[in-house]
């Protein structure tokens, strides 16, 4: 069979973990505890029909781990990079993450950017449309979805998926 390993990165308190637990187990906790270094993941997926395995890294956002989790990217197949879209500065910083990215996954590394909480649309900080303009200037597919009620969580995986299989 076919494996894949995908890299979880965005600022703390995106919901990275959140989404991966929701993933792979549909459950959501409001009490999710900050990551510490790395954790991962095994999950199937199937896409045109055809079972992959996914190994997902599942990075800690706080600055302190960055050194560890920079390491993460080098063997890296695909990244899912996570913003807030109730929190602006999760999004100004995604340039910092593109930096990261750049300098240290090899170049036909597929991204996705994804805007979590999207079922707080009342708090919404960053229109959809802006996320969408700077994922198109990076050359990276663009989401929504949240990990508390499971909204786009399979298809954005599916996404990544099948763009990482087309290359
Ligand atoms: P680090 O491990 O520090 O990098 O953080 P993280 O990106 O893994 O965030 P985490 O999954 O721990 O979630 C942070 C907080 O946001 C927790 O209180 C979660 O319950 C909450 N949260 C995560 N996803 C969602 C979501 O989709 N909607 C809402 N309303 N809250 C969410
Ligand atoms: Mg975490």
């Given at each position: 069979g076919n494996r894949l390993k995908l890299v979880l990165v965005g600022?703390?308190?995106?919901g990275k973990s959140s989404i991966l637990i929701q993933f792979c187990d549909s459950t959501f906790s409001k009490n999710q505890e900050a990551t510490i270094g790395v954790d991962f993941r095994f999950s199937n997926i199937t896409v045109n029909n055809e079972e992959i395995e996914l190994q997902i890294w599942d990075t800690a956002g706080?600055?302190?781990?960055r050194s560890i989790t920079n390491?993460?990217?080098?063997?890296?197949d695909a990244i899912m990079v996570v913003y807030d879209i109730t929190n602006e500065s999760s999004f100004t910083q995604l340039k910092n993450w593109y930096s990261e990215i750049v300098s240290s996954a090899p170049p036909q590394t597929k991204v996705m950017l994804v805007g979590n909480k999207a079922d707080l649309e009342n708090e919404r900080a960053v229109q959809r449309e802006r996320a969408e303009k700077l994922a198109m200037k990076y050359g990276w597919s663009y989401g929504e979805l949240s990990a508390k009620t499971g909204e786009g969580i399979k298809e954005s995986f599916e996404i990544l998926v099948k763009e990482t299989l087309s290359v």
């Open positions: 600022n703390s308190l995106v706080q600055e302190r781990f390491h993460y990217y080098r063997n890296a």
